[in-house]
């Protein structure tokens, strides 16, 4: 069973990923997560199977094994630092152009991989105000073939526009021929300065602005799967009793419906009905004003409902129905939709998924009334992250997370 945990524990932390194992501090952290998991999962199976064991030895073990990866890793940094070493005078690398994009991509070379070395590079002319030492200018482009052999380069990255320069066709030709890697390094700054994603469709290249792991089908399935079993559970288990309760006191607290029904902003900005407990009186004003604090429409019930984010779980019945997720960009109303669309560019993305009952934004600090623009813009930029780096895992540390804001009280929730 210690051999099963750590094999779960190591691949739910991904310690032995590639780009993991080659950082070192990455690679400590992971480690750290992956042993913490380990200990629960293992004295979680010892609690319910109750299996007799030697406390002593339990702890000799734990102890043996925490000190076996102690050193591990530490062996693992010196093998490192010495291959790193070796291979630094094996991958000797030039670069073709000489601009500021050029700079930009050898200091991103340096600190990703410090087991490449990079010699120079070759232009038309030499930039005037380079001041890294270790940077050379080694001469014009159609010389580099020369240089590369004579000193045994093994890539060469390309920052030139074969529109432009022709010739670099020839070259990538010539170098791979003599076993040298060569790599285009298109420069989209100047048109999307951000992370851009390629994707292929056959032998045809497609430049997307960012990666959505939701656009895939099966992750699309297995997304609606836990929502439905996530929801299903809570309306069986929870929204049951509760619901009639909750009925009850918000007919005696006030006149009015139970549930307030209200059209917000879903995915590709189709409209649904979204479902809370009533917590205002009834007013005119509820579709086009947001709640406020102190606001005198909220009823004496209503503010334990908002304060206690009950007023939200009948939204579970809105992810049955498939118009939300459990876990997505919180809805707006149809107003606030169409007036943060004109403020903030990138505010249309968020409905690219699923509104949710909960969100990435608002387990961090960014949910209730907006007074600033820029509360507006971290939410935003909270909602495109979490839809550009999408997990199942994810949702549930938001889920978990938003339980433990609500036990112990959001300051913005009123």
Known sequence: MTNIFWLISSYLTEVYINDRILNFRKFSRRTTRAFIIFIVLLLIYLFFTRFRFNRQYLYISFGTFALYLIISRLIFLQIALYIGKKKRALNKIIILGNNAFTYDLVTKLRNSNKTLDVLGCFSEKARTENNDTDFRYLGKVEECMQFAVKHHVTEIYSTLSPEIYPEIYEI???????????????????????????????????????????????????????????????????????????????????????????????????????????????????????????????????????????????????????????????????????????????????????????????VNGFRGEIKQEEQLIKRIEYDVWYIENWSIWLDLKIIIKTVLVTIKGDKNAF
């Not at 021929?177 to 497609?206: G, Q, S, W």
């Not at 929204?239 to 006030?254: E, Y």
Request: net charge positive; glycine share 4%.
């Open 172 to 362: 990538a030709q010539s170098a791979e021929n003599l076993c040298m890697r060569f790599r285009f390094v298109p420069d989209f700054r100047e048109f999307v300065n951000k992370t851009v994603y390629f994707d292929h469709i056959d032998d045809i290249p497609i430049l997307s602005l960012r990666s959505e792991p939701l656009e895939d089908f099966g992750v699309q399935a297995k997304k609606r799967l836990f929502d439905i079993v996530f929801s299903a559970l809570v309306a069986v288990f929870l929204l049951s009793w509760l619901v009639p309760i909750i009925a009850i006191l918000i007919k005696l607290d006030s006149k009015g419906p139970v549930f307030f029904l209200q059209e917000r902003s879903g995915k590709n900005n189709i409209p649904f009905k979204c479902i809370k407990f009533r917590s205002l009186k009834i007013n005119k004003d509820s579709d086009v004003k947001q709640v406020t604090k102190g606001d005198n429409r909220i009823t004496k019930l209503g503010k334990f409902l908002r304060k206690s984010s009950i007023d939200e779980l009948p939204q579970f019945f809105n992810v049955l129905k498939g118009d939300m997720s459990v876990v997505g960009p919180r809805p707006h109303m149809l107003k606030h939709t169409e007036e943060y669309s004109a403020i903030i560019m990138k505010y249309m993305i968020r409905h690219y998924q699923k509104p949710g009952v909960t969100g990435y934004a608002q």
